[in-house]
């Protein structure tokens, strides 16, 4: 499972924040300039990524005397608390629980709201699946270190609501998981916070969130990573009114694996992730147990 590293080796950050960089005619207005202090003591590279909330530059830090990445909230987005408490949320969260397949947090501001993360060599999953699918113990191996590290936030009570190939960096076979803008505690939710095509159904309802709804996440992406496809589309939100309507009479359909492609036992997991009820949804254990066999040694 290994994927194309750049230049910069900051190529794992760009699947959650966009295809490809912003280049020099097109620099977005509002965002700082190469050369110029984001935050203080922090210097710009180069724009990473323009987002809906937040500005990803790649830049220098003076005091570690590396490279980092600097994720800041944008100017036009800092008058909203929802959008603030996320960032610093995702920045506390981060700081406070380490792990080796999640990825660390350096430093959390207020002033402006923003993040100092490490750089991530390798390539998002979704960079990986894009031409052709991960062959069963690949996908195998990397579901395991996904289990390791949600089992670990679940733990600590804490859930990530947007598990997905974008937010999954390969890096020679070592997975780190990204970005959590979304993570909450589990019980209510914002309704349909999440992202098209991985958007468990009780997300959609803004209720009900719990490890499962992780599960469902976990499942979609290795379906991804199987067949190159999302098992529902790239369009299913349930979070339109009237699919919100339909999923209160009639659960999503189940998606079809092709024959042969995974044993038995995996595909009925896989299909038991999906299941449009977080109580029949497996646990992260019976996950572990059903791949462990199919990964390499």
Do not use: F
Request: aromatic share 2%; charged share 25%; hydrophobic share 35%.
């Amino acid at each position: 499972m290994t994927g194309p590293t750049g230049p910069t080796g900051l190529t794992g950050l760009i699947g959650p924040i966009g295809r490809g960089r912003p280049t020099a005619d097109r620099v977005p207005a509002g965002t700082v300039a190469p050369g110029e202090q984001v935050l203080p003591g922090y210097v710009v590279v180069g724009l990473l990524g323009h987002g809906r909330r937040m500005d990803t530059y790649d830049a220098l830090d003076l005091d570690r005397d590396c490279r980092c990445v600097v994720k800041v909230l944008r100017a036009d987005r800092r008058d909203e608390p929802r959008v603030v408490e996320a960032t610093r949320r995702e920045g506390e969260v981060l700081r406070e629980l380490a792990h080796p397949h999640l990825v660390r947090c350096y430093e959390v501001h207020d002033q402006p709201p923003g993040l100092v993360l490490e750089v991530l060599g390798g390539a998002t999953l979704a960079a990986l699946v894009e031409d052709e699918p991960l062959g069963l113990a690949d996908a195998a191996g990397l579901g395991l270190q996904l289990v390791s590290v949600l089992g670990y936030l679940h733990r600590h009570d804490w859930l990530h609501l947007d598990v997905k190939p974008a937010n999954v960096v390969v890096d020679a076979g070592r997975v780190t998981l990204i970005d959590l803008s979304l993570a909450g505690r589990p019980g209510e939710g914002r309704p349909g916070a999440g992202t098209r095509g991985y958007l468990a159904p009780e997300q959609a309802r803004g209720a009900g969130l719990a490890p499962a709804t992780d599960v469902w996440g976990l499942g979609v992406t290795l379906v991804e990573a199987l067949t190159t496809e999302l098992p529902h589309g790239d369009e299913a939100t349930w979070d339109s009114r009237p699919r919100r309507r339909l999923l209160h009479r009639r659960a999503p359909r189940p998606p079809r694996l092709p024959a042969g492609l995974v044993p038995d036992g995996v595909r009925d997991l896989l299909l038991g992730c999906l299941d449009p009820d977080p109580g029949a949804r497996p646990t992260l254990r019976d996950v572990r147990r059903a791949l462990e066999p199919h990964a390499h040694p």
